[in-house]
C-alpha cells in the first residue's frame, strides 16, 4: 500500500521505495541484555534506582517516545534508555525518563532528532542483534574511530476532518493524505567533531484538499546539516553545534518539532551546551529554515524569524512525600522569538491588523515522579512588542501561560494504568489596536497533541481542563490513550484563536465556553522499525459558538511510520 502512494511522484519514490521494502526484514524478535558501560558523565552514588523494573530490556512502546515526562506508555529506569535497548547519549541521570532533560529532545531506540541517538556500542560487531545495526554503525578506518551512521524514515500520514477548523477554513468531508521521507548520514571523526546531514521530500494529495503548502510538498532538500565540535570542558561534557538543526531544548507545550505537516520546523546558527553530573546550560542563537522555494535544494534561510535564548536544568535533590521518593527536574529559561506569521496580528471588531511580534518568554517548568505520582508544573512571562505592518507604531505585549498535569500511575499491574487530570491556562486579550497586547503566542508549533489533537484550537486566550487516562497492556506493544479537554476563553472579549490565526465568525460571540473536544490516540509498535498511530476527536462547540457560525466535526488522522 505504501509503495504505490510513494510512487505516484517518481522523485519521490527513491527513498521510500527502498526504505518501505526492508520493513519485513527489519522485524526484530526482541532486545538482548548487554553488559553497560560506564557513563562518561559519572553521576554521585544513589541508594537505589528511580524505579524498579522486572527486566533491563526497554518496553518496545517506548522505542519512539514523544515529548512530555508526564504520561509516557510505561516508566523504565536510566540504564534501560542506554545500549542496547536504547540509544540516549551517555548523559548520566539526564537520560532519566525519555531523555528530554539532556536537551536534545526524547530519545529511546529511535529520538525525535536521529542525531541525538549514540550507536557507537555497536563497534563491537558482536553486538548486532537487528538487520539494520550494519547501517547503524560503518566504520571507516582500522582503528573503528571514525565511522558513519545512517538513519532513515518513511511516514505516511492520512486524515478526515468532517469541519475543518470549525467549519471556518478548509473544506468540509476532507481526506487528505500526506507522505515524507527523511535520510540522515552522521559522521563521526573520532570523539570530538561530527558532521550530520539529512535530506527530506514530501508531498500531498487526496480529495477535497486544502492546505497544501511548503511545508506538506517539498521537493529534495537539505532538512538538517551542521556540524558538531565537542570534548569535556571544566568537567562538564561541551559542544558547540552550527548549521541547520532541530531545536527541541523548550517545553513541548511551547516549542517543538512541527509534527502535523509533513515538513518538520528547523533552525539555522549556532548552539552551545555543557553538562555536568546535576547541571546543564544551553544558550542558542537561531533564524528558521525557509522552505517556500519549489525547486529542489533552494531551502533558504529566513532572517526575519528568530529563536534565541538560554536555558538552565537542574537534577532536584530527592526528597520524600508521604514515605515516595520524589526524583525531578527544574528547567530555567529564556527564550525570545521575532516573527511575522498569521499569530503576528491583533483582531479588532472591523479587521484583523498583522504585523511583527517580538517576545521575550521567561519561566520554569519542574516535573518528576514518585513511585506512584508523576507530574509537570510550568509557568511564563512573555513580554516585549507589536509593530503594526507598513507603520512606526508599536504597542507592548505583557502575557502568561501556566501549564500543569498530575496523575497516578499503578506501574505493577500489566496494564500499567495512568489517570491523571491536565489543567493549561494561556491569557488572552480585548479585541482593538490600543493598549498592551495581553494574548500568550506560540508561534513555533508546540506538540500536536498535548493540547488538541485537531489543531482548531491555539494555546492563545484560553483555559483548557481535561482528565487523562492511559493504559499500556501485556509487555507494551500497544497504548491507548484517552482525554477530554474542556475549553473556555481567558477574556471574554478576546478572538479564539486558531493555528494560524484568529477566528472571525459570521455573528457574534458571547460567553467563554468554547466546547470540550474528546479525544483518543493508540499507538502499535508493531516491531522495532513499523509503527502505526490512530488518532480520533469530536469537536463539540458550544452552543453560544454555534450561533455564531462555528461548526461541530470530527476527526481522523492515521499515521504508518518506517524508521531504521
Same mark, same amino acid.
Given at each position: 500500500?505504501?509503495?504505490?502512494?510513494?510512487?505516484?511522484?517518481?522523485?519521490?519514490?527513491?527513498?521510500?521505495?527502498?526504505?518501505?521494502?526492508?520493513?519485513?526484514?527489519?522485524?526484530?524478535?526482541?532486545?538482548?541484555?548487554?553488559?553497560?558501560?560506564?557513563?562518561?558523565?559519572?553521576?554521585?552514588?544513589?541508594?537505589?534506582?528511580?524505579? %524498579?523494573?522486572?527486566?533491563?530490556?526497554?518496553?518496545?512502546? +517506548?522505542?519512539?517516545?514523544?515529548?512530555?515526562?508526564?504520561?509516557?506508555?510505561?516508566?523504565?529506569?536510566?540504564?534501560?534508555?542506554?545500549?542496547?535497548?536504547?540509544?540516549?547519549?551517555?548523559? =548520566?541521570?539526564?537520560?532519566?525518563?525519555?531523555?528530554?532533560?539532556?536537551? !536534545?529532545?526524547?530519545?529511546?531506540?529511535?529520538?525525535?532528532?536521529?542525531?541525538?541517538?549514540?550507536? *557507537?556500542?555497536?563497534?563491537? %560487531?558482536?553486538?548486532?542483534?537487528?538487520?539494520?545495526?550494519?547501517?547503524?554503525?560503518?566504520?571507516?578506518?582500522?582503528?573503528?574511530?571514525?565511522?558513519?551512521?545512517?538513519?532513515?524514515?518513511?511516514?505516511?500520514?492520512?486524515?478526515?476532518?468532517?469541519?475543518?477548523?470549525?467549519?471556518?477554513?478548509?473544506?468540509?468531508?476532507?481526506?487528505?493524505?500526506?507522505?515524507?521521507?527523511?535520510?540522515?548520514?552522521? &559522521?563521526?571523526?573520532?570523539?570530538?567533531?561530527?558532521?550530520?546531514? +539529512?535530506?527530506?521530500?514530501?508531498?500531498?494529495?487526496?480529495?477535497?484538499?486544502?492546505?497544501?503548502?511548503?511545508?506538506?510538498?517539498?521537493?529534495?532538500?537539505?532538512?538538517?546539516?551542521?556540524?558538531? &565540535?565537542? /570534548?569535556?570542558?571544566? /568537567?562538564?561534557?561541551?559542544?558547540?553545534?552550527?548549521?541547520?538543526?532541530? !531545536?527541541?531544548?523548550?517545553?513541548?507545550?511551547?516549542?517543538?518539532?512541527?509534527?502535523?505537516?509533513?515538513?518538520?520546523?528547523?533552525?539555522?546558527? /549556532?548552539?552551545?551546551?555543557?553538562?555536568? $553530573?546535576?547541571?546543564?546550560?544551553?544558550?542558542?542563537?537561531?533564524?528558521?529554515?525557509?522552505?517556500?522555494?519549489?525547486?529542489?535544494?533552494?531551502?533558504?534561510?529566513?532572517? =526575519?524569524?528568530?529563536? @534565541?535564548? /538560554?536555558?538552565?536544568?537542574?537534577?532536584? $535533590?530527592?526528597?520524600?512525600?508521604? =514515605?515516595?521518593?520524589?526524583?525531578?527536574?527544574?528547567?530555567? !529559561?529564556?527564550?525570545?522569538?521575532?516573527?511575522?506569521?498569521?499569530?503576528?496580528?491583533?483582531?479588532?471588531?472591523?479587521?484583523?491588523?498583522?504585523?511583527?511580534?517580538?517576545?521575550?518568554?521567561?519561566?520554569?517548568?519542574?516535573?518528576?515522579?514518585?513511585? *506512584?505520582?508523576?507530574?509537570?508544573?510550568?509557568?511564563? @512571562? +512573555?513580554?516585549?512588542?507589536?509593530?503594526?505592518?507598513?507603520?512606526?507604531?508599536?504597542?507592548?505585549?505583557?502575557?502568561?501561560?501556566?501549564?500543569?498535569?498530575?496523575?497516578?500511575?499503578?506501574?505493577?499491574?500489566?496494564?500499567?494504568?495512568?489517570?491523571?487530570? +491536565?489543567?493549561?491556562?494561556? *491569557?488572552?486579550?480585548?479585541?482593538?489596536?490600543?493598549?498592551?497586547?495581553?494574548?500568550?503566542?506560540?508561534?513555533?508549533?508546540?506538540?500536536?497533541?498535548?493540547?488538541?489533537?485537531?489543531?482548531?484550537?491555539?494555546?492563545?486566550?484560553?483555559?483548557?481542563?481535561?482528565?487523562?487516562?492511559?493504559?499500556?497492556?501485556?509487555?507494551?506493544?500497544? *497504548?491507548?490513550?484517552?482525554?477530554?479537554?474542556?475549553?473556555?476563553?481567558?477574556?471574554?472579549?478576546?478572538?479564539?484563536?486558531?493555528?494560524?490565526?484568529?477566528?472571525?465568525?459570521?455573528?457574534?460571540?458571547? =460567553?467563554?465556553?468554547?466546547?470540550?473536544?474528546?479525544?483518543?490516540?493508540?499507538?502499535?509498535?508493531?516491531?522495532?522499525?513499523?509503527?502505526?498511530?490512530?488518532?480520533?476527536?469530536?469537536?463539540?462547540?458550544?452552543?453560544?459558538?454555534?450561533?455564531?457560525?462555528?461548526?461541530?466535526?470530527?476527526?481522523?488522522?492515521?499515521?504508518?511510520?518506517?524508521?531504521?
Amino acid at each position: 500500500m505504501l509503495l504505490s502512494v510513494v510512487s505516484f511522484r517518481h522523485e519521490r519514490s527513491l527513498i521510500a521505495g527502498v526504505l518501505l521494502l526492508m520493513v519485513n526484514l527489519g522485524h526484530h524478535a526482541g532486545a538482548q541484555t548487554v553488559p553497560l558501560k560506564a557513563s562518561p558523565i559519572e553521576s554521585p552514588p544513589t541508594e537505589e534506582e528511580w524505579i %524498579k523494573v522486572p527486566s533491563t530490556e526497554r518496553p518496545i512502546i +517506548q522505542d519512539y517516545p514523544h515529548a512530555g515526562v508526564v504520561g509516557q506508555p510505561r516508566r523504565i529506569t536510566a540504564k534501560q534508555n542506554r545500549a542496547p535497548n536504547g540509544h540516549q547519549g551517555p548523559w =548520566g541521570d539526564f537520560n532519566y525518563g525519555n531523555g528530554e532533560a539532556a536537551g !536534545f529532545g526524547p530519545v529511546g531506540r529511535y529520538g525525535a532528532a536521529a542525531w541525538a541517538e549514540d550507536w *557507537s556500542y555497536l563497534r563491537d %560487531k558482536r553486538k548486532r542483534t537487528d538487520f539494520f545495526d550494519p547501517l547503524k554503525f560503518i566504520a571507516l578506518n582500522n582503528s573503528r574511530t571514525i565511522w558513519l551512521t545512517l538513519s532513515g524514515e518513511s511516514r505516511l500520514r492520512n486524515w478526515y476532518e468532517e469541519a475543518p477548523f470549525l467549519g471556518r477554513s478548509g473544506k468540509a468531508q476532507s481526506g487528505r493524505f500526506g507522505i515524507r521521507n527523511l535520510i540522515g548520514a552522521d &559522521l563521526h571523526l573520532g570523539e570530538h567533531v561530527r558532521f550530520f546531514g +539529512q535530506l527530506i521530500n514530501a508531498d500531498a494529495g487526496g480529495w477535497k484538499g486544502f492546505g497544501y503548502g511548503s511545508t506538506y510538498r517539498k521537493r529534495l532538500d537539505l532538512q538538517q546539516g551542521f556540524v558538531e &565540535l565537542k /570534548g569535556k570542558v571544566a /568537567g562538564a561534557q561541551t559542544g558547540f553545534m552550527f548549521g541547520r538543526q532541530q !531545536f527541541l531544548d523548550a517545553p513541548s507545550y511551547m516549542l517543538y518539532n512541527r509534527e502535523t505537516p509533513n515538513v518538520p520546523l528547523s533552525w539555522n546558527g /549556532g548552539r552551545f551546551y555543557a553538562l555536568w $553530573p546535576r547541571i546543564r546550560v544551553d544558550a542558542y542563537d537561531f533564524v528558521q529554515t525557509k522552505t517556500d522555494s519549489p525547486l529542489m535544494f533552494h531551502n533558504t534561510e529566513d532572517y =526575519g524569524t528568530r529563536l @534565541y535564548g /538560554g536555558n538552565t536544568t537542574m537534577i532536584v $535533590p530527592a526528597f520524600s512525600v508521604g =514515605g515516595e521518593r520524589v526524583h525531578s527536574f527544574l528547567d530555567l !529559561f529564556y527564550i525570545r522569538y521575532r516573527y511575522s506569521s498569521g499569530l503576528s496580528a491583533v483582531p479588532t471588531a472591523a479587521r484583523v491588523l498583522k504585523g511583527t511580534s517580538s517576545r521575550g518568554n521567561l519561566g520554569f517548568r519542574w516535573y518528576g515522579t514518585s513511585a *506512584s505520582v508523576e507530574y509537570s508544573v510550568g509557568a511564563l @512571562y +512573555q513580554n516585549g512588542t507589536f509593530q503594526y505592518a507598513g507603520t512606526e507604531r508599536k504597542s507592548s505585549v505583557r502575557a502568561w501561560a501556566v501549564n500543569t498535569i498530575i496523575g497516578y500511575r499503578h506501574t505493577p499491574s500489566p496494564l500499567h494504568p495512568f489517570l491523571g487530570v +491536565q489543567a493549561d491556562i494561556y *491569557s488572552g486579550g480585548s479585541d482593538g489596536q490600543n493598549g498592551t497586547v495581553r494574548t500568550y503566542m506560540a508561534p513555533f508549533n508546540p506538540q500536536t497533541n498535548y493540547l488538541d489533537t485537531t489543531t482548531y484550537i491555539s494555546p492563545s486566550n484560553l483555559v483548557s481542563l481535561s482528565p487523562v487516562i492511559s493504559i499500556t497492556p501485556w509487555k507494551g506493544f500497544a *497504548s491507548l490513550r484517552l482525554k477530554a479537554p474542556f475549553m473556555w476563553r481567558e477574556n471574554a472579549n478576546g478572538a479564539i484563536w486558531s493555528s494560524s490565526g484568529p477566528y472571525t465568525f459570521a455573528h457574534a460571540y458571547r =460567553g467563554g465556553y468554547v466546547g470540550v473536544v474528546p479525544q483518543a490516540s493508540l499507538t502499535l509498535q508493531i516491531n522495532h522499525h513499523l509503527t502505526w498511530q490512530i488518532y480520533g476527536a469530536r469537536f463539540m462547540a458550544s452552543q453560544s459558538l454555534r450561533k455564531a457560525g462555528a461548526q461541530s466535526g470530527s476527526y481522523a488522522q492515521s499515521n504508518v511510520t518506517f524508521r531504521f
